[in-house]
């Protein structure tokens, strides 16, 4: 078990921006291996999905 002192750093460093990069870095990566396996173990390739859309006000004015 770490010491109060340890933990407080390395929330702190969990917090920073840098963080938030390395770990959207190496989720990239290991992404990319897991669908380079799965393509390699015959599996297909997935097709872009559109994840969420913009809704606007006046699209909703328009159809009242």
Known sequence: MHS??????FGRFL??????EAE????SLV??????????AGGEESAAVRMFEVL????F????
Do not use: M, P, V
Not at 15 to 20: A, N, R, V
Not at 31 to 40: D, E, H, P, T
Not at 56 to 59: N, T
């Open 4 to 9: 109060n002192d340890y933990e407080a750093a």
């Open 15 to 20: 917090e920073q921006t840098e963080y938030d």
């Open 24 to 27: 959207d870095a190496l989720f």
């Open 31 to 40: 992404r990319a291996a897991f669908q380079a396996g799965w393509l390699a």
């Open 56 to 59: 606007r006000a006046e699209d």
């Open 61 to 64: 004015r328009k159809k009242s």
